[in-house]
């Protein structure tokens, strides 16, 4: 992860307003609010997700500490998802108003934000994929090794390759599009395979490289992660 330079942290600490601290499964943005905010999230997990008419939920993707929250909608318009955090998590506050300063004044952090955005839209890409052309294990070991990589790559998991993150099936099965049984059914043949342990509470995968080759999961290498 790239920190920032000394006059550019200065002018960050200008340019924000304020933390917001979440209790786990407390909502920092509601669909079809209007906010006016953008948010770093320094600490814990959190979940984008859009609920249909029906009731029926959609988990778009999962945010890690350095992602911006908030970047995701059109400034002018109401959001178009929910974010709620997985984990107890703290937010920087930004206010929207200011982002056209911080473009003139900065543009090398203009630069930063559009690739987060675009970091963001691969990641949505490679979630299509799993989705539309993946076999329901591969799916799942997929959204593991997903979940290991960008932990390690922020320090939440360790060596052994375990997460300790209370995602549950339901929220696997609204992920994957996939049924609440077929998810739990594709748990079980996953651990007896030895691939992946996915238990109440922690992910574990045991052989990284052998759950990425079987789930076709190409790590991109792409410089440091700028922070903001």
Known sequence: MREL????????EDF?????????????IEQ????????TLTEGVMMRYRCLDDGRRQIVNFMFPGDL??????FDEPSPHSVEALLDARVCVFERTHYEGLIAKY?????DVTWLAAKEETALEEHLVALGRRSAKERVAYLAVWLIDRAKSVGLAGEMNRLRLPIRQAQIADMLGLSLVHTNRTIKALDRDGLVFW???EIHVPDLKTARDFANFERREGGHKPFI
Do not use: H, N, W
């Open 16 to 28: 924000k307003t304020g933390e917001i601290k979440l209790v786990k499964g407390e909502v920092l």
């Open 107 to 111: 543009p090398r952090l203009g630069y």
């Open 32 to 39: 079809g609010a209007k906010f006016e905010q953008l948010f």
């Open 199 to 201: 238990q109440p509470g």
């Open 69 to 74: 929250v908030g970047l995701q909608s059109a």
């Open 5 to 12: 330079e000394g006059d550019q942290i200065a002018y960050m």
